[in-house]
């Protein structure tokens, strides 16, 4: 069977009250795949999977559907159907008419089409109600529960609801089913065995699956391909081998899977700097020079003695911890990198180390992961708000430019020079944080400002994601360059 | 063995402490509830001060007795009726679209501050200037006024209170808006139906005040003559009759309605 597109979104944005849930994004699945939306929540994912279900209208882009545009078309008129998250089994109906409730509205065509006038007619009918007790029965069966059709809804357990939800979507036929988060509310075991029905499900109807879930653990178990998105973008679609091994840039790599995420840069070909050595790698074509994020995860390092002729570096071994199938050791670096800071290290390996002990590191070169920085200044359009002050999403920030108001200006501040206020009525505008990333000596932190402009934030404080800061500017750390405004516009 | 059964004694010690704090409700009940019921069913039997059914026959031998309280059946029906067609759709608008509960109140609440008796009396004054005739019409008019809030609030309730994943569901199966109302919203907001009606019918099968001033005492509804019986003629016996046979079709009423709902929507009882 040619693997055809069933969906394709094209440059897809949804804007809730001013906020940009969805930037942009695009996004095609093939027939008979299992694509899995994988992002922490707030991120975008269910508002583009209700999109898909047609629950929502995207402000921009289109959806097409076997290659028709049914960004407008309502959900009743799609060949889609859900399992929601809380499941919306309808209380008033029991098991057997719950699942019945799409067929009854369903019509199907009656006879062969004919033509009259030049115009092609179908009649259509009601499906019979042995038609529909069969299909119910048969959908029952399907999810094991045969014997439940005349009990209430309520009176069934959660997994029990859930199996109704499935079978109440796949009894119509649909060719995509949307899962929005569907085993959430199951305890952990059922949600193992529930994972597996679903792949099991999916194998033997063929049809389309696209599912949204916060587990990357659900998700590597069960699809074909995975969307990870993060702040409403699409960071890396790929197969859970390869976004799990190479994933696209830090947000992927910090959320799925443990890392360890360092700053460096790219000396030349198969060479990279960072946590102050240097290391064979085998990437090239980056800039000379070039600032990079290296990724390295856990289970890649491996211990060895700290004379061995393998060992790259040498650590302090600050605890370790029993895990099962490997030891959990965090270590420090013993040399200082070119910020004169020493780097924790997160190292999964079946070897035993004594807090306090010095060893040695061996990573492969095949196993640095190195990705291009996606932003190294925070840089934005504004003006002046007058001499020597700037305006910055909406705060007045004071700076050593001599411009008059108005005058339209780049702005850039360095990722250090953002300092975060805790409390946000002390800074000069405020912001949340969206992200925080470890990077062996401090965090690089986004801060979603009130306006959505995104700035990027080293600091050596852990911030937690949700919390509402402050943010203050140096006046002598605002680089700013004026520029030319086209007289056309005027 | 112990432990339980000393856990079981302390429970239930907890228990009687906490029932003595019903003592005031039912002692009230007791003197402003139960004794004058009982006084009624008293004064049912007697005339005369003799132990007779004779109320009985008189009530219903009467055929203009039994015609007001026809009057009153059917001029409730309608009442009730015509607030359900008029209070679901606001309901469901001011529901569906998020209408703040201050506007709610602005239009449906503050109305009953002012005491309705003078809203009452301000109706009849605007009929009158109008040149309208106090009859059947108004008072069927200053019924739907007046009851009308009674019917909208439940349901207002209840609409709320469905969820809207509920509504998307039904979409996502096939259902265009209007099968989605009918094969879902309807459905879920019986018991807001249920809960509007007994709010609306058995006090309308019972006012007096109402048909006495909208209709310039031409209309007599039940509650007017139960009202009349003990006032004008002092005929206290009959009078209890009628109360009874009012009490009697309450509480039908209210089981018809009980089981209705019920039979619909399991456990989602408000009356």
């Given at each position: 069977m040619a693997k055809e597109k069933i969906i394709e979104l094209l440059n897809i944005s949804k804007i809730y009250d001013g906020n940009p849930?969805?930037?942009?994004i695009s996004l095609s699945i093939k027939r008979g795949e299992f694509v899995t939306l994988l992002g922490?929540?707030?991120?975008?994912k269910t508002t583009t999977l209700r999109m898909i279900a047609g629950f929502e209208r995207p402000d921009s882009g289109q959806i097409f559907f076997n290659g028709k545009n049914?960004?407008?078309?309502?959900?009743?008129?799609?060949?889609i159907n859900t399992v929601f998250q809380k499941y919306?089994?309808?209380?008033?109906?029991n098991v057997f008419n719950n699942i019945a409730f799409g067929l009854k509205i369903k019509k199907v065509p009656d006879g062969e089409p004919y033509e009259k006038d030049g115009v092609k007619y179908q009649n259509v009918r009601s499906l019979t109600k042995d038609e529909i007790t069969t299909k119910v029965n048969k959908a029952l069966e399907m999810v094991d529960?045969?014997?439940?059709?005349?009990?209430?809804?309520?009176?069934?357990?959660g997994g029990q609801q859930q199996r109704v939800a499935i079978a109440r979507a796949l009894v119509n036929e649909p060719e995509v089913l949307l899962l929005d988060e569907?085993?959430?509310?199951?305890d952990l075991k059922m949600r193992k065995d529930m994972q597996l029905e679903l792949m099991s499900m999916h194998k033997k109807l063929g049809i389309t699956f696209i599912y949204v879930t916060h587990d990357q653990e659900e998700a590597l178990t069960m699809s074909d391909t995975i969307v990870v998105m993060d702040r409403g973008v699409i960071q890396q679609i790929g197969s859970p081998v390869k976004i799990y091994?190479?994933?696209?840039?830090i947000f992927v790599a910090d959320f799925i899977g443990e890392s360890n995420i360092y700053t460096g840069i790219m000396?030349?070909?198969y060479v990279v700097s960072f946590l102050g050595k240097q290391f064979t790698c085998v990437?090239?074509?980056?800039?000379?020079?070039e600032p990079i994020d290296v990724i390295i995860r856990p289970e890649d390092i491996k211990v060895v003695s700290?004379?061995?002729?393998?060992?790259l570096m040498c650590v302090e071994v600050l605890s370790s911890v029993f895990k099962g199938n490997y030891y959990q050791t965090t270590c420090l670096t013993c040399d200082e990198d070119t910020y004169g800071d020493r780097n924790e290290i997160l190292v999964h390996d079946n070897v035993e180390c004594t807090v306090g002990e010095i060893i040695g590191l061996y990573i492969k070169p095949f196993d640095l992961h190195i990705m291009r920085k996606s932003r190294v200044v925070n840089k934005l359009i504004t003006h002046m708000e007058d001499n020597f002050v700037v305006d910055i999403c909406g705060g007045k920030f004071e700076c050593m430019a001599d411009l008059p108001a108005d005058t339209p200006v780049e702005v850039e501040v360095e990722f250090d020079d953002v300092l975060i206020i805790?409390?946000?009525?002390?800074?000069?505008i405020c912001a949340e944080v969206v992200e925080s990333i470890y990077k062996g000596s401090y965090y690089l932190c986004i801060l979603r400002t009130d306006d959505y402009y995104e700035f990027f934030v080293d600091t050596l404080d852990e911030w937690n994601k949700g919390d509402r800061v402050g943010i203050n500017i140096n006046a002598d750390k605002i680089k700013i360059t004026p520029i030319e405004v086209n007289d056309e516009q005027e | 063995m112990n432990k339980s059964s000393s856990n079981q004694q302390s429970r239930r010690a907890l228990m009687i402490s906490r029932k003595v704090f019903s003592y005031p409700y039912l002692i009230f009940m007791l003197i402003f509830v139960v004794v004058p019921l009982v006084m009624i069913l008293f004064n049912a039997f007697i005339k005369d001060d003799s132990f007779t059914l004779a109320n009985f026959v008189t009530f219903f031998s009467q055929r203009e007795g039994l015609a007001i309280l026809g009057n009153s059946l059917v001029l409730g029906f309608a009442t009730t009726i015509i607030c359900l067609l008029l209070g679901y759709p606001v309901a469901y608008i001011l529901a569906r679209y998020h209408v703040k509960t201050r506007t709610l109140a602005l239009l449906f609440i503050v109305p009953m501050w002012i005491n309705f008796l003078i809203r009452t009396l301000a109706i009849k004054e605007i009929f009158m200037t109008l040149d309208v005739k106090l009859g059947m019409g108004t008072v069927l008019f200053g019924m739907i006024y007046n009851y009308l809030p009674f019917m909208i609030l439940p349901l207002h309730t209840t609409l709320t209170s469905i969820d809207k994943s509920y509504g998307e569901a039904a979409n996502d199966l096939g259902c265009d808006e209007v099968s989605v109302f009918a094969r879902v919203t309807l459905p879920l907001s019986v018991p807001g139906i249920i809960s509007g009606i007994t709010m609306v019918f058995i006090p309308t099968i019972s006012t007096f005040a109402i048909s006495q001033y909208l209709s310039e005492r031409t209309v007599m509804l039940f509650g007017d003559s139960i009202d009349m019986m003990f006032k004008?003629?002092?005929t206290w016996g009959v009078g209890s009759v009628m109360s009874l046979v009012m009490l009697v079709l309450v509480i039908i009423a209210n089981v018809l309605l009980n089981r209705f709902n019920k039979d619909t929507t399991k456990g989602g009882g408000l009356v």
């Open positions: 849930v969805v930037k942009n922490p929540s707030g991120c975008g049914i960004s407008n078309v309502p959900p009743h008129k799609r060949n919306a089994l309808f209380p008033h109906l529960l045969a014997d439940f059709g005349y009990r209430h809804v309520d009176s069934l357990s569907p085993l959430g509310a199951l091994d190479e994933p696209a840039n000396n030349k070909d990437d090239k074509g980056f800039k000379y020079d700290a004379d061995d002729k393998k060992c805790d409390d946000e009525n002390d800074g000069t | 004008l003629t002092e």
